[in-house]
């Protein structure tokens, strides 16, 4: 079964300095990738999405991630934080079965300091 | 509706009582989601439709947990006898397909508290 684990339930940056969330995950194939956000009382809306070919993912909010295959992670970046961004994160990898359901890393908040 | 939509968005009930959640996709979506979130256990996955079938409830915690789809569209969580455990935000996502690489869209979740 494939795991997803994400260093750092919390995370604290000031206003306008660089955001890394860390996701690694294990996989005995290539996997699909992905970076949730969650704010309070919503849903989860998906960030950005690696299935295959570029391996620096582009996403929505100026938020990029790179797959790295030989360290098996997927960190999630972003170079100038916002107020705004001050929400839960998720990575997810599907599962690679018929399902292709999503198995999730317990969640980083991060917390933006002004 | 333009997105997934799930009700009610809170429910509170009582330990031993049933209950009902709902969830309505994004019209086309044949692939179905349940999850569910908990300050304990984080995300998990409960259940997966396709069209009307459901061929993975593997994440379903105990036989008082069922789902059902209808006209491949709405779907409902039931939970029979509750107990303080079941307590958590219970997720439901669509997507065009059910593909790896498709996209999944959330609900807002239905917030359920057992008494």
């Known amino acids: 079964a494939q795991s997803v684990t994400q260093l750092g339930s919390h995370v604290s940056v000031s206003e306008g300095a660089l955001v890394l969330l860390r996701c690694n995950y294990s996989?005995?194939?290539?996997?699909?990738l992905f970076w949730y956000v969650q704010y309070p009382n919503q849903g989860l809306q998906l960030l950005l999405k690696?299935?295959?070919?570029?391996?620096l993912v582009k996403g929505i909010n100026g938020f990029e991630a790179e797959f790295k295959k030989s360290e098996t992670s997927f960190h999630l970046t972003k170079p100038s934080a916002h107020m705004s961004d001050a929400a839960e994160y998720f990575c997810?990898?599907?599962?690679?079965?018929?399902?292709?359901?999503?198995?999730f890393g317990s969640g980083t908040r991060l917390l933006v300091r002004p | 509706g333009a997105g997934v939509s799930q009700s009610p968005s809170n429910k509170v009930t009582e330990k031993g009582k049933d209950v009902e959640l709902r969830c309505d996709p994004i019209?086309?979506?044949?692939?179905l989601y349940w999850y569910r979130q908990s300050l304990g256990q984080g995300l998990e996955f409960l259940i997966y439709f396709q069209g009307n079938s459901a061929p993975d409830k593997s994440g379903l915690p105990s036989d008082r947990f069922s789902a059902e789809r209808t006209g491949g569209s709405v779907s409902t969580l039931t939970i029979q006898r509750t107990q303080q455990e079941d307590s958590a935000v219970y997720l439901c996502?669509?997507?065009?397909?059910?593909?790896?690489?498709?996209?999944?869209?959330f609900g807002q979740g239905t917030r359920l508290t057992v008494v």
């Open positions: 997810a990898v599907s599962e690679m079965d018929s399902s292709y359901k999503l198995i």
């Open positions: 690696y299935t295959t070919g570029a391996t």
């Open positions: 019209s086309g979506h044949t692939a």
């Open positions: 996502a669509s997507s065009l397909k059910g593909g790896g690489n498709t996209e999944a869209f």
């Open positions: 996989s005995s194939v290539p996997p699909y």
